[in-house]
């Protein structure tokens, strides 16, 4: 029978809980409102659909989601891939742009929902964390630079760096002073102000609320000082209520036009959203259920398509700032998006005259955070192939675009791992005297014998890396001229593919002309029926050992 996540915490919800709830879902609005603005804009969108993002979609991943303190909405990594991906179809704010970004939302939905209730969650974090840690930092930076142009005044594009240049060198002499001005004096107040707020010890609330004070200052600057009057672009009217729930306009064409950056919307959105959640559900030591999360994921995206919203996701800075505030339960999300639906109805007046350069300088401020090349030094340290891909994802982003950019990170580490798994690592070992273990030659003081040769192979055999097995085990006995055993420890080897079994059969064939048995010790069970099944355990010259130990010991004098 079909249990309703929600109510695993609601049949328990008290009113304490709910003070706690309160006070963090207040906290959220003050930054959601004019985040939710901004990344509309950053979608290409109007503004007000940034806060119809943050109604509905809420409410139902607080039914339907498995994080107490995940703040799902807009976001500003999934409205650049937004915009990414019809601003090539229609122009700019046209009615076929905003309608083909419900129905693109309404596609992240339904193939998030898809994958969730098949179990397929596994499928999307085969996407290695440097990929995806790379792609941030690269989008991250791409947004930065697309806010530019409403710091400037300037028709500034910046799909990707290069064009982002052209565009400045071309554009730069018609620079708006009086807009940068105001977005320089925002910037430096959201980037200090909080400091100066935390030396007051001032409540958390009004340290939180400093991105909704400036917009509310802003506003009654140029309500009180009439800076239309030196160019100052703002909002301009909002249509306040709520629109009507209804399916996008749709067509096949359309749909397929769609369904690449549908696909990889939904592929980051899920692996970011669960990103966050882990980090928020470890220090809650609450569970999380990745086929849940997808499930709730693509029903919000579903409602998002359905009331004239765009891809939603989870927000890292929100959940933070939830998870700080005290949220205990789902039920914070739900308040927040009533309060939402509040300022919809009639507080959307008072955003009229708020300038783009202030929900620019909001973006930047909050996103340059993610802007950090320490992580790139570190893999690159730790793993050349890691950082090889986290540098081919970064430059694919920055110098193509966000999508194409990220599919050919993730296409390079797939290469990559490809590689690496066609050159296994292959050691022979010896026996560490006065024990039963057995360790490299080449980093260890250990016991060999001319006759004997112990190699392991740490890596499941198969036709990527069987032919790099025979080149090692030709060069190793090539330099043993008294050889007459060869011994493979497979504790490392969980499967055998048909191809590498082949050339098994083959070595085995070719050591029997040199007089050299060939031998296998601690082959593991599934293995091992593996090898029952085949002719290869009737031919084989040697024997099959339960531990390397004995087969030394069997086979040394």
Not at 401 to 424: A, H, K, N
Not at 529 to 557: K, P, V, W
Request: proline fraction near 5%; aromatic fraction near 10%; hydrophobic fraction near 55%.
């Amino acid at each position: 029978m079909f249990s309703l996540p929600a109510w695993q915490w609601l049949k328990h919800y008290n009113h304490t809980q709910f003070r706690s709830d309160l006070l963090a879902a207040l906290i959220v609005v003050a930054m959601l409102v004019p985040q939710g603005m901004a990344y509309a804009m950053l979608a290409g969108l109007p503004p007000m659909m940034g806060l119809y993002a943050s109604i509905i979609p809420m409410m139902l991943y607080a039914m339907l989601g498995s994080s107490p303190t995940l703040s799902i909405g807009p976001v500003a990594i999934i409205s650049m891939m937004t915009f990414a991906t019809l601003n090539p179809l229609f122009d700019i704010g046209s009615v076929a742009y905003i309608e083909a970004a419900c129905l693109l939302a309404l596609m992240v939905g339904l193939i998030s929902l898809f994958l969730g209730v098949l179990r397929f969650g596994f499928l999307i974090q085969l996407i290695s964390h440097p990929v995806i840690q790379s792609f941030i930092i690269a989008s991250a930076l791409l947004i930065a630079l697309g806010q530019v142009k409403f710091l400037l005044d300037l028709p500034l594009k910046a799909n990707n760096i290069v064009e982002f240049l052209n565009s400045l060198w071309h554009y730069l002499p018609q620079l708006h002073w009086p807009s940068l001005g105001l977005g320089i004096i925002a910037i430096l107040a959201l980037i200090y102000l909080p400091d100066v707020l935390k030396r007051l010890a001032l409540n958390p609330f009004y340290i939180r609320a400093v991105p909704l004070l400036v917009v509310a200052l802003s506003i009654s600057l140029v309500f009180a000082l009439d800076l239309n009057q030196f160019g100052i672009q703002t909002v301009g009217e909002i249509p306040s209520g709520f629109p009507a729930l209804q399916l996008p306009n749709w067509n096949m064409d359309l749909v397929l036009s769609l369904l690449p950056g549908a696909a990889m919307i939904a592929m980051v959105s899920f692996v970011e959203s669960l990103s966050i959640a882990q980090a928020t559900a470890l220090q809650q030591r609450s569970q999380l259920n990745s086929n849940q999360e997808l499930i709730a994921l693509g029903v919000a995206n579903i409602s998002a398509g359905l009331s004239s919203a765009f891809p939603v996701t989870g927000s890292l800075s929100r959940t933070v700032v939830n998870a700080d505030a005290g949220a205990k339960t789902p039920m914070a999300g739900v308040i927040s998006s009533i309060f939402i639906v509040v300022v919809s109805l009639y507080f959307t007046g008072f955003f009229r005259d708020l300038p783009l350069a202030i929900l620019a300088a909001t973006i930047m401020v909050s996103i340059w955070r993610l802007v950090d090349f320490k992580p790139f030094l570190q893999t690159w340290r730790y793993s050349k192939a890691d950082g090889l891909a986290m540098w081919i994802t970064f430059f694919a982003v920055i110098c193509i675009d966000i999508s194409r950019g990220l599919m050919i990170g993730i296409m390079s580490t797939f290469v990559l791992m490809l590689w690496r798994i066609s050159r296994p690592h292959i050691a022979q070992i010896g026996l560490v005297a006065g024990t039963q273990h057995f360790r490299n030659v080449q980093r260890h003081d250990v016991m060999t014998f001319k006759h004997l040769l112990s190699i392991r192979i740490d890596e499941n055999l198969s036709f990527l890396n069987a032919h790099s097995l025979k080149g090692f085990m030709v060069n190793a006995i090539s330099e043993q001229p008294e050889l007459k055993h060869v011994i493979v420890n497979c504790s490392s080897i969980s499967s055998i593919d048909y191809s590498a079994l082949e050339m098994l059969e083959d070595l085995n064939r070719e050591l029997i002309k040199l007089n050299i048995q060939l031998h296998f010790s601690e082959v593991k069970g599934p293995v091992m029926d593996n090898l029952c099944h085949s002719d290869f355990m009737q031919h084989l010259s040697g024997q099959i050992y339960l531990t390397h130990y004995q087969a030394i010991d069997d086979l040394r004098e």
